[in-house]
């Protein structure tokens, strides 16, 4: 089995990353597997992991209807992808569809008597995409029948049709492509309300360690298949957001527009909240906070939801990970030092939650039964660990090798 780096094609990045994770976190401990049924008719769930080691990606599609107990999840049983893969799907529909950075085709896969059984390919080339990711997000599934792609390298929404594994059309995003920066995509949950779906957009310079100055949200109407981007220039890398009791649309810097901020500070843009209007599409000129008020002039980035009108910032603990001269920013994002704090989205009050642990800034979130799971990466990205943030008790609840990218309930 060859196994790979990745997550970024560029070789010295990812040598960061790697250095990052190692940095960040200690190797889970060995634990006693899970007991995996599949035939039960309970929840069951999908994880596809990648792996990073040597000189070509794999990836690897486990079902498990087990969470609990800090269990070890196998490869043995699991589906073998190559490259970095991801799998999406509506949950509890029983269907699966996979892609990833070999080419650019999704694969369906449908639940059969307690397996994935392989189904029909659908292909993207004909409008010009050649491979898939960053982000399980990218994909949106409105319903069995109409999902959406959001692929920054072609600045367009890939418009097809699960259920026959067709392309129907493709909007195009005018003003998406920043000449001389890397599009990037909110890599936590889409805000959805109504007929619209909104994703977040951030850029970064492609030639250097920086953030652009400019936020974005793409904004597609499902009963059209048209899509608006509005920008704002106040701050940049805007790639999370969430709903507040106002109906409003809260989107923030994520970690590593917030690390690049605190290592390279000079014309970086501050780390900022900003507030956008989900009927009149557009950002709000009259709100704007930075970041770092939620945490006495800290490092923070990231906003996440949080239960009863509240959401979660990360913020950088530098005793746990002080920052030496010269350090890449992508080090800080990635290690294992980032606390929480619940804010609450009507008064912005922020307090410190102490029963989470600190986890590395980047992380992912996973629903799960009517419970949300945020991810811990271990050493060297050998290992991902799946933590309860429900009743934030950050309680293990289950280890894979390799990186969890995605996460999908099934049934």
């Given at each position: 089995?060859?196994?790979?780096?990745?997550?970024?094609?560029?070789?010295?990045?990812l040598?960061?990353?790697?250095l990052?994770?190692?940095?960040?976190?200690?190797d889970?401990?060995?634990?006693?597997?899970?007991?995996?049924?599949?035939?039960?008719?309970?929840?069951?769930?999908?994880?596809?992991?990648?792996?990073?080691?040597?000189?070509?990606?794999?990836?690897?599609?486990?079902l498990?209807?087990?969470l609990?107990?800090?269990?070890?999840?196998?490869?043995?049983?699991?589906?073998?992808?190559?490259?970095?893969?991801?799998?999406?799907?509506?949950?509890?529909?029983?269907a699966?569809?996979?892609a990833?950075?070999?080419?650019?085709?999704?694969?369906?896969?449908?639940?059969?008597?307690g397996?994935?059984?392989?189904?029909?390919?659908v292909?993207?080339?004909?409008?010009?995409?050649?491979?898939?990711?960053?982000?399980?997000?990218?994909?949106?599934?409105?319903?069995?029948?109409?999902?959406?792609?959001?692929?920054?390298?072609?600045?367009?929404?890939?418009?097809?049709?699960?259920?026959?594994?067709?392309v129907?059309?493709?909007?195009?995003?005018?003003?998406?492509?920043?000449?001389?920066?890397?599009?990037?995509?909110?890599?936590?949950?889409?805000?959805?309300?109504?007929?619209?779906?909104?994703?977040?957009?951030?850029?970064?310079?492609?030639?250097?360690?920086?953030?652009?100055?400019?936020?974005?949200?793409?904004?597609?109407?499902?009963?059209?298949?048209?899509?608006?981007?509005?920008?704002?220039?106040?701050?940049?890398?805007?790639r999370?957001?969430?709903?507040?009791?106002?109906?409003?649309?809260?989107?923030?810097t994520?970690?590593?527009?917030?690390?690049?901020?605190?290592?390279?500070?000079?014309?970086?843009?501050?780390?900022?909240?900003?507030?956008?209007?989900?009927?009149?599409?557009?950002?709000?000129?009259?709100?704007?906070?930075?970041?770092?008020?939620?945490?006495?002039?800290g490092?923070?980035?990231?906003?996440?939801?949080?239960?009863?009108?509240?959401?979660?910032?990360?913020?950088?603990?530098?005793?746990?990970?002080?920052?030496n001269?010269?350090?890449?920013?992508?080090l800080?994002?990635?290690?294992?030092?980032?606390?929480?704090?619940?804010?609450?989205?009507?008064?912005?009050?922020?307090t410190?939650?102490?029963?989470?642990?600190?986890?590395?800034?980047?992380?992912?979130?996973?629903?799960?039964?009517?419970?949300?799971?945020?991810?811990q990466?271990?050493?060297?990205?050998?290992?991902?660990?799946?933590?309860?943030l429900?009743?934030?008790?950050?309680?293990?609840?289950?280890?894979?090798?390799?990186l969890?990218?995605?996460?999908?309930?099934?049934?």
């Open positions: 089995m060859k196994r790979s780096s990745l997550l970024n094609p560029s070789r010295a990045v040598t960061t990353l790697a990052a994770l190692a940095a960040g976190c200690g889970p401990e060995p634990v006693t597997p899970p007991t995996d049924n599949p035939s039960d008719t309970g929840p069951l769930y999908a994880i596809t992991t990648q792996l990073i080691t040597a000189d070509t990606p794999q990836s690897y599609v486990i498990t209807n087990t609990e107990g800090n269990g070890r999840l196998a490869l043995d049983k699991a589906i073998e992808v190559p490259g970095r893969s991801l799998g999406m799907g509506i949950p509890k529909s029983g699966l569809f996979v990833g950075s070999e080419a650019a085709t999704v694969t369906r896969y449908d639940l059969k008597n397996a994935l059984e392989k189904g029909e390919t292909s993207f080339a004909g409008k010009g995409v050649t491979s898939i990711g960053e982000y399980q997000t990218q994909f949106h599934f409105a319903s069995a029948t109409k999902a959406y792609y959001f692929d920054g390298r072609t600045a367009q929404v890939i418009v097809w049709n699960p259920t026959e594994m067709t129907t059309r493709a909007i195009a995003l005018p003003g998406l492509a920043v000449e001389g920066a890397v599009t990037t995509f909110a890599s936590s949950p889409l805000v959805v309300k109504g007929d619209h779906v909104f994703m977040p957009v951030g850029w970064r310079p492609s030639a250097s360690v920086g953030i652009t100055k400019k936020a974005g949200v793409i904004a597609v109407d499902t009963r059209t298949d048209t899509a608006v981007l509005a920008t704002d220039d106040r701050c940049g890398y805007v999370d957001g969430v709903t507040g009791p106002d109906g409003q649309i809260y989107f923030a994520e970690t590593y527009g917030a690390a690049v901020y605190r290592v390279a500070g000079g014309d970086t843009p501050e780390p900022c909240l900003l507030k956008f209007d989900p009927v009149a599409l557009k950002f709000d000129p009259d709100f704007y906070k930075p970041l770092s008020d939620f945490a006495d002039g490092t923070v980035g990231t906003v996440l939801p949080g239960p009863q009108g509240t959401a979660y910032v990360r913020v950088l603990d530098e005793q746990v990970y002080p920052i001269a010269g350090v890449h920013p992508r800080v994002a990635s290690a294992a030092a980032w606390r929480w704090t619940q804010i609450k989205l009507d008064t912005f009050a922020a410190p939650v102490t029963t989470l642990p600190a986890s590395t800034g980047s992380s992912f979130l996973y629903e799960a039964e009517g419970q949300t799971l945020f991810t990466f271990a050493a060297g990205s050998s290992a991902t660990t799946l933590h309860q429900t009743g934030q008790t950050g309680t293990p609840q289950v280890t894979a090798e390799g969890i990218f995605s996460f999908v309930q099934l049934r």
